[in-house]
C-alpha cells in the first residue's frame, strides 16, 4: 500500500483532458512538502514531468501541468496525443518516514 | 550532457551482497544529493535510498533498513549502493536518480540512469 493514493488508471480521447489525482496526508502534502510528477513510457527509465508543485522542467510540453491544494495534487494533461500513454507517479516528502514517497501510478490509456 | 550509468546488477542468491555502482558525468558531482529507486518486475516505483549533496545525510526506506548502505565518491564521480543480506523481495531494477536541483533534496529526481537489474534467487 502505497503512502500516496493514485487511482490505478485513467483514460481519455485524443484530444481530450485528463486528470490525475495524487491523496497524501498530514506528514506528506499536507505538511508542505512538494509533489513532483514523472511519466513511465513502457521498458523506459522514469522522467521527471513536473518538480515543485507547479514547474516544468525545460522541455516538457506546457500540456502538461501541476496543482496542489492541502493533502492532494493533481496532474492534467490537455490535448490527449497517442504517445502520452504511460504510466504516472507523483512523489514527495513524508515527515514520518524521514524519506521520499511515491504514489503507486497510474496507467493513462488513450482510446 | 548529463548522465548516470548503473552497473553492477546481476543474479544472486538470498543472504548474499552486491554492490551496484553509478557513474555520473556532465555535471557536478558534489552539488547534487542522489538516490536509488528500484521498481520489481511489474509493479511501481519505490524509493530505495538517498544522500545529500554534502554527504552527511543519508536517508533509508525501512524495507533496507539495516541491509542497505549509500555512499558517493566524489573523486570518482560515483555513487554505490551496497546490498547486504540480499532477500527474494529486493529482486527489482534499481535506478540513480539525481535532484534536479542544486544544493537541495528532493526537489524532483532528473536525470534516471537505464537501470540495472538485480535478481535473488537460488
Known amino acids: 500500500q502505497s503512502v500516496l493514493t493514485q487511482p490505478p488508471s485513467v483514460s481519455g480521447a485524443p484530444g481530450q483532458r485528463v486528470t490525475i489525482s495524487c491523496t497524501g496526508s498530514?506528514?506528506?502534502?499536507?505538511?508542505?512538502?512538494?509533489v513532483h510528477w514523472y511519466q513511465q513510457l513502457p521498458g523506459t527509465a522514469p522522467k521527471l514531468l513536473i518538480y515543485?508543485?507547479?514547474n516544468r522542467p525545460s522541455g516538457v510540453p506546457d500540456r502538461f501541468s501541476g496543482s496542489k491544494s492541502g493533502t492532494s495534487a493533481s496532474l492534467a494533461i490537455t490535448g490527449l496525443q497517442a504517445e502520452d500513454e504511460a504510466d504516472y507517479y507523483c512523489?514527495?516528502?513524508?515527515?514520518?518516514?524521514?524519506?521520499?514517497?511515491f504514489g503507486g501510478g497510474t496507467k493513462l490509456t488513450v482510446l | 550532457q548529463v548522465q548516470l550509468v548503473e552497473s553492477g546488477g546481476g543474479v544472486v542468491q538470498p543472504g548474499r551482497s552486491l554492490r551496484l555502482s553509478c557513474a555520473a558525468s556532465g555535471f557536478t558531482f558534489s552539488n547534487y544529493a542522489m538516490h536509488w529507486v528500484r521498481q520489481a518486475p511489474g509493479k511501481g516505483l519505490e524509493w530505495v535510498a538517498g544522500?545529500?549533496?554534502?554527504?552527511?545525510?543519508?536517508y533509508y526506506a525501512d524495507s533496507v533498513k539495516g541491509r542497505f548502505t549509500i555512499s558517493g565518491d566524489n573523486s570518482k564521480n560515483t555513487l554505490y549502493l551496497q546490498m547486504n543480506s540480499l532477500r527474494a523481495e529486493d529482486t527489482a531494477t534499481y535506478y540513480c536518480?539525481?535532484?534536479?536541483?542544486?544544493?537541495?533534496?528532493?526537489?524532483?529526481?532528473?536525470?534516471w540512469g537505464q537501470g540495472t537489474l538485480v535478481t535473488v534467487s537460488s
Open positions: 498530514s506528514s506528506n502534502i499536507g505538511a508542505g512538502y512538494d
Open positions: 512523489q514527495s516528502h513524508d515527515s514520518s518516514l524521514s524519506g521520499v514517497v
Open positions: 515543485d508543485n507547479t
Open positions: 544522500i545529500s549533496y554534502d554527504g552527511n545525510n543519508k
Open positions: 536518480a539525481r535532484d534536479l536541483l542544486a544544493f537541495r533534496y528532493s526537489s524532483g529526481l532528473d536525470p
